[in-house]
């Protein structure tokens, strides 16, 4: 939330506009330009009039036309289909539109924002993103660097998304244990900020600690051993061994009996067979 409201201030400081946010008295529509096909992106986009295809039994305002006076969020731009970029183009250009099936150009006053995970540059060499949309887009452009250029955002993010999710899931908030917060802090996220919140989601729906540990975060981060630099590594080793040891030898004392194991160690056994798979000792009991 801090990295997300130090990028609406820039804006604001580039485009002298008022909180995009914050600013309520404006509409604000966001639009998933890689939601739906091609036929039902363009009625949601442009609206359409009563008869125009099958089904449309009345006359539907489109969500460009909703956001009259206020601001429109086109994300996923790249993905947006040839023939409505010619579209597009001409609501930004001159700013009306069409309803689908309509007759007459309806005015509308709107201020465009899009995002795009795409190289748009290397989409206009393709011929797979319009040249001369590229440039009525491209007034301001802001680039947001991934996850892993800009890792200090990542405890306050973590711990903003521990409180977003343990609200929803009616769950007490917890605080991150370090082990797991060095783990997170030494994965490079090539899903970025929505694989963090799905990895923080995942480890306060499975938690049964007082903290978030290790353990609960997904397989795939727990692959990644902890970077060198982190002083912390040698000692999070040494620990992860120790685990490993008591619960081979609670197992082999319960001969292979998960409960009894778990009941020995203390653990619920549900926690136990995840600790088992994260660990990689499946093979070893």
């Not at 007034?139 to 947001?144: D, F, H, N």
């Not at 919140?197 to 981060?221: F, G, H, K, W």
């Not at 040698?234 to 081979?248: G, N, P, S």
Request: hydrophobic share 40%; glycine share 6%; aromatic share 6%.
């Amino acid at each position: 939330m801090q990295l997300l409201l130090r990028i609406e201030e820039l804006v604001r400081q580039i485009v002298g506009a008022p909180g995009l946010l914050g600013d309520v008295e404006r509409p604000f529509v966001a639009i998933s330009c890689a939601a739906m096909p091609e036929t039902l992106l363009e009625s949601e986009l442009f609206g359409h009039e009563k008869g125009a295809f099958t089904g449309s039994y009345a006359q539907k305002k489109g969500k460009l036309e909703c956001a009259n006076g206020g601001t429109v969020f086109l994300d996923e731009i790249g993905e947006l289909p040839p023939g409505l970029q010619a579209k597009l183009l001409r609501v930004l250009q001159e700013r009306e539109l069409e309803r689908v099936g309509g007759t007459r150009p309806i005015p509308v006053d709107i201020r465009v924002l899009a995002a795009t995970n795409r190289n748009l540059e290397e989409a206009m060499k393709s011929g797979l993103f319009r040249q001369d949309l590229y440039f009525r887009l491209n007034v301001v452009a802001l680039t947001m660097p991934p996850l892993r250029d800009h890792k200090q955002d990542i405890p306050p993010l973590a711990a903003y998304f521990v409180e977003k999710h343990s609200t929803r899931c009616s769950r007490p908030v917890k605080p991150i244990a370090e082990a797991a917060r060095a783990c997170l802090m030494s994965y490079d996220w090539p899903g970025n900020v929505r694989e963090l919140e799905n990895a923080i989601e995942r480890a306060v729906v499975l938690s049964v600690s007082d903290t978030l540990l290790l353990e609960d975060l997904p397989e795939q981060i727990l692959d990644l051993n902890p970077s060198p630099d982190y002083s912390s590594a040698k000692y999070h080793a040494a620990v992860q061994d120790l685990k490993k040891k008591l619960i081979l030898s609670a197992v082999k004392e319960s001969n292979g009996n998960y409960t009894d194991a778990a009941k020995g160690l203390g653990l619920h056994p549900n926690y136990l067979h995840r600790l088992i798979r994260n660990l990689n000792l499946k093979s070893s009991i």
